[in-house]
């Protein structure tokens, strides 16, 4: 039943190691998105999939990279994790509506610690 | 860039009326959103309002804009306690992500 899905919810790793964040949308969108939520609250945009191609990459690392072996999921895997990646990161996927509008839905967002 | 500005903090008492504000700058987004983050969940699509519309209402909710001063607000009438939450304004970039404001947490207390 669960329209965007993300796995794991937590996630408590070392520095320097590599982790992966799923995600799967059951919404036939064709756009998904990855949010990173810091601990001010802030959300920022850092990854957008529409049919399997990137179309926005902000100044995100490049540690960081997005993957996406069909429009259902869009993953998130880090390389060389540091202090300053802990966060709350948000997968979301949405559509284009004949009005041209989008509607955004949300994961329920994985909270990685980086220790 | 772009970006969106909201007050941080509101606090109301239960039963009060609560309004938000937002400042918007990029005059080329089509729709403006309303989302609501309640503790340690994801975010819920609250409300939007097309952009050439001045005002949207749903039950508790009333979304107002000023497209000539880029200003968006949220009223929620009678505010309860479950109405506590971040609330965040969104406009779209290329029309497609979202630029969230830096939201607002709303307070309720009875």
């Known amino acids: 039943d669960t329209a965007v899905s993300q796995t794991p919810k937590y996630l408590v790793t070392q520095m320097g190691n590599d982790k992966s964040i799923k995600c799967e949308q059951n919404?036939?969108?064709?756009?998904m998105y990855w949010y990173k939520q810091d601990s001010k609250k802030f959300l920022k945009i850092m990854f957008s999939y529409n049919n399997k191609e990137l179309i926005i990459n902000e100044t995100v690392p490049n540690r960081f990279s997005p993957k996406s072996p069909d429009k259902a999921h869009l993953n998130l895997h880090i390389n060389s994790l540091e202090l300053g990646d802990s966060a709350v990161y948000f997968c979301?996927?949405?559509?284009?509506?004949?009005?041209?509008?989008?509607?955004?839905?949300f994961g329920p967002g994985t909270r990685l610690t980086v220790t | 860039g772009e970006d969106v500005e909201q007050s941080l903090f509101l606090s109301v008492r239960e039963g009060d009326s609560s309004v938000i504000n937002c400042t918007y700058t990029d005059s080329s987004s089509t729709y403006l959103y309303w989302y609501k983050q309640e503790p340690g969940a994801g975010l819920q699509l609250l409300t939007y309002i097309f952009s050439n519309m001045d005002m949207k209402q749903d039950q508790r909710l009333t979304v107002l804009l000023n497209k000539k001063d880029k200003h968006l607000s949220l009223r929620i009438a009678d505010t309860q306690t479950g109405d506590s939450a971040i609330y965040f304004c969104a406009e779209t970039q290329a029309g497609t992500a979202l630029i969230f404001g830096k939201g607002t947490t709303l307070s309720v207390s009875s």
């Open positions: 979301a996927s949405s559509q284009l509506r004949a009005s041209g509008r989008y509607e955004q839905y």
């Open positions: 919404l036939g969108h064709d756009t």
